[in-house]
C-alpha cells in the first residue's frame, strides 16, 4: 500500500526543488508537467486531439508540437486554455494513476502537480503540500529561466492565486527565501510522511501528544472541509459534518478536528472501514468512542453504549482527528450537531464551555442541549 502527496505552486514557486528532494529520498516522484508533455507528444492521441481543436498552426514541421504556437494561444485566452486542459488533464491524471499502481509497497508517492484547482482534485491525495513565494520573486525566477517579465506575469496570472490555493493544501512551505531553507522545511516534513506511510501500511493510528488547549485557530474550518472531502472520496457521497469546539467559530480547543459521519447502520460503518483506513482514517478498535452521558435512553437489549458508533482516527502524524460513524438520527448523531449549534449561537453558552475546561458530557450542557428544538438540526 502506498500514500499518493501532491506537491503544488505557482509557477516560479519551487514546488519542484521540494518534489526532488523527496525523490533523493526514497520517494517514487510523478511530474505531471512531463505527463503533460508526453500525452500530446509525437503521435500520440492527445497530440491529434489538440492539433484538431486548435489547427495545423500548432504543429511543427516535423510533425511534433510547436509549443510556442500553443502557448501563445492559450495563455492569450482563457477559453482556449480550459479547453486544452480538457483534453490533456483526464490523459494526465489516467498516466499518473499507472505509475502510481506501479509503485512499490509501501511507497511515498509525490506527484509533482501544479494545476492542483479543486478540493475534489486535493481529496484523491493522502496529503498536500504547498509552495509559495511572492510574486515579484516567482518573475524574476521566470525571467532567469528566459521568459520576459511580461510573459512571466501572464502566466502566472493564468493560474489560481496562492489564497485559494492554500486552502486545498495540509501544509504550507514559503519558499520566499531560497532553496536552502526551503529544503530544510522539506526535510523536516519527510520524517511526517514516512510515518504516515507506515501507519497506514499497518493501520493504526498515528501517535498523539498529551492533550492541551489551543486558541480557536481559523485554519480549522477549512482541515474539516479538506479532511471531509478525504472521507467522502473513500466512502462515497455521504453525510459527513465537522462538530466538537474546532467547530465553534473563536472557541479555544483541543487541536483535534471532529468529524461526524453518517451511516445508514453500523453494518454499514464496518464496510466502510477498509477504504477509511487506506484514506488514512484507521480504526481506534482500543478506545470506546461513545461512552453512556447524561441522558442516554437504555440501548436496546445488553448492547453497552459504546458499541453503538465507530471511532477512526489519523494515521498522519501531522494533523490529530477523530471520525466518529454514527448511525444518522440515532442519539448520539443528534446530540453531536445540538451541542455545537447551541455553542455557536450562545455566547453566554461559550463562555461557561470554556470555564468548565471543555468537559462535553458535563450534565448541564447536555441537558440545556438536549432541550434545543429539533429546528436546530441542519437537514
Given at each position: 500500500m502506498t500514500i499518493t502527496v501532491a506537491v503544488t505552486g505557482g509557477i516560479g514557486a519551487g514546488k519542484s526543488t521540494i518534489a526532488q528532494r523527496r525523490g533523493a529520498d526514497g520517494a517514487v516522484v510523478i511530474d505531471s508537467d512531463r505527463l503533460a508533455r508526453?500525452?500530446?507528444g509525437l503521435g500520440t492521441p492527445g497530440l491529434a486531439a489538440v492539433a484538431d481543436r486548435f489547427g495545423s498552426v500548432v504543429v511543427a514541421a516535423d510533425g511534433s508540437l510547436d509549443r510556442a504556437a500553443l502557448a501563445a494561444i492559450v495563455f492569450a485566452d482563457a477559453g482556449a486554455r480550459r479547453e486544452l486542459e480538457a483534453i490533456t488533464h483526464p490523459l494526465v491524471r489516467a498516466r499518473f494513476a499507472a505509475l502510481r499502481d506501479s509503485a512499490p509497497p509501501r511507497s511515498v508517492v509525490v506527484n509533482d502537480i501544479p494545476?492542483?484547482?479543486?478540493s475534489e482534485m486535493a481529496a484523491t491525495f493522502h496529503l498536500v503540500i504547498g509552495v509559495g513565494a511572492p510574486g515579484e520573486v516567482r518573475v524574476q525566477r521566470l525571467m532567469d529561466r528566459g521568459l520576459t517579465a511580461k510573459d512571466a506575469r501572464a502566466r502566472i496570472g493564468a493560474q489560481i492565486s496562492d489564497d485559494r490555493r492554500r486552502v486545498l493544501c495540509d501544509t504550507w512551505i514559503d519558499n520566499s527565501a531560497g532553496p536552502v531553507d526551503v529544503l530544510a522545511d522539506a526535510?523536516?516534513?519527510?520524517?511526517?510522511?514516512?510515518?504516515?506511510?507506515?501507519?497506514?501500511?499497518?493501520?493504526?493510528?498515528?501517535?498523539?501528544?498529551g492533550a492541551a488547549l489551543v486558541a480557536y485557530d481559523p485554519d480549522w474550518p477549512a482541515a474539516a472541509h479538506r479532511l471531509s472531502a478525504r472521507v467522502r472520496r473513500a466512502v462515497g457521497d455521504c453525510?459527513?459534518?465537522?462538530?466538537?469546539?474546532?467547530?465553534?467559530?473563536?472557541?479555544?480547543?483541543?487541536?483535534?478536528i471532529d468529524?461526524?459521519?453518517a451511516v445508514a447502520d453500523l453494518g454499514e460503518a464496518d464496510r466502510f472501514a477498509p477504504a477509511l483506513a487506506q484514506a488514512g482514517f484507521p480504526r481506534c478498535s482500543e478506545v470506546d468512542a461513545g461512552m453512556p452521558r447524561?441522558?442516554?435512553?437504555?440501548?436496546?437489549?445488553?448492547e453497552p453504549a459504546h458499541l453503538r458508533e465507530r471511532l477512526h482516527v489519523n494515521a498522519d502524524p501531522g494533523q490529530s482527528i477523530n471520525l466518529y460513524l454514527r448511525v444518522r438520527n440515532a442519539p448520539e448523531w443528534r446530540r453531536s450537531l445540538r451541542v455545537r449549534d447551541w455553542l455557536r449561537a450562545d455566547g453566554v453558552g461559550r463562555a461557561e464551555y470554556t470555564a468548565k475546561g471543555f468537559l462535553p458530557a458535563a450534565a448541564d450542557e447536555l441537558s440545556r442541549a438536549w432541550a434545543v428544538s429539533t429546528d436546530w438540526l441542519p437537514g
Amino acid at each position: 500500500m502506498t500514500i499518493t502527496v501532491a506537491v503544488t505552486g505557482g509557477i516560479g514557486a519551487g514546488k519542484s526543488t521540494i518534489a526532488q528532494r523527496r525523490g533523493a529520498d526514497g520517494a517514487v516522484v510523478i511530474d505531471s508537467d512531463r505527463l503533460a508533455r508526453e500525452v500530446v507528444g509525437l503521435g500520440t492521441p492527445g497530440l491529434a486531439a489538440v492539433a484538431d481543436r486548435f489547427g495545423s498552426v500548432v504543429v511543427a514541421a516535423d510533425g511534433s508540437l510547436d509549443r510556442a504556437a500553443l502557448a501563445a494561444i492559450v495563455f492569450a485566452d482563457a477559453g482556449a486554455r480550459r479547453e486544452l486542459e480538457a483534453i490533456t488533464h483526464p490523459l494526465v491524471r489516467a498516466r499518473f494513476a499507472a505509475l502510481r499502481d506501479s509503485a512499490p509497497p509501501r511507497s511515498v508517492v509525490v506527484n509533482d502537480i501544479p494545476l492542483l484547482t479543486s478540493s475534489e482534485m486535493a481529496a484523491t491525495f493522502h496529503l498536500v503540500i504547498g509552495v509559495g513565494a511572492p510574486g515579484e520573486v516567482r518573475v524574476q525566477r521566470l525571467m532567469d529561466r528566459g521568459l520576459t517579465a511580461k510573459d512571466a506575469r501572464a502566466r502566472i496570472g493564468a493560474q489560481i492565486s496562492d489564497d485559494r490555493r492554500r486552502v486545498l493544501c495540509d501544509t504550507w512551505i514559503d519558499n520566499s527565501a531560497g532553496p536552502v531553507d526551503v529544503l530544510a522545511d522539506a526535510d523536516r516534513l519527510w520524517a511526517r510522511l514516512a510515518e504516515f506511510a507506515g501507519n497506514v501500511e499497518a493501520r493504526r493510528p498515528a501517535r498523539r501528544g498529551g492533550a492541551a488547549l489551543v486558541a480557536y485557530d481559523p485554519d480549522w474550518p477549512a482541515a474539516a472541509h479538506r479532511l471531509s472531502a478525504r472521507v467522502r472520496r473513500a466512502v462515497g457521497d455521504c453525510r459527513v459534518d465537522h462538530v466538537g469546539s474546532t467547530a465553534v467559530e473563536g472557541l479555544s480547543a483541543q487541536n483535534v478536528i471532529d468529524l461526524q459521519l453518517a451511516v445508514a447502520d453500523l453494518g454499514e460503518a464496518d464496510r466502510f472501514a477498509p477504504a477509511l483506513a487506506q484514506a488514512g482514517f484507521p480504526r481506534c478498535s482500543e478506545v470506546d468512542a461513545g461512552m453512556p452521558r447524561p441522558g442516554d435512553a437504555k440501548p436496546a437489549g445488553d448492547e453497552p453504549a459504546h458499541l453503538r458508533e465507530r471511532l477512526h482516527v489519523n494515521a498522519d502524524p501531522g494533523q490529530s482527528i477523530n471520525l466518529y460513524l454514527r448511525v444518522r438520527n440515532a442519539p448520539e448523531w443528534r446530540r453531536s450537531l445540538r451541542v455545537r449549534d447551541w455553542l455557536r449561537a450562545d455566547g453566554v453558552g461559550r463562555a461557561e464551555y470554556t470555564a468548565k475546561g471543555f468537559l462535553p458530557a458535563a450534565a448541564d450542557e447536555l441537558s440545556r442541549a438536549w432541550a434545543v428544538s429539533t429546528d436546530w438540526l441542519p437537514g
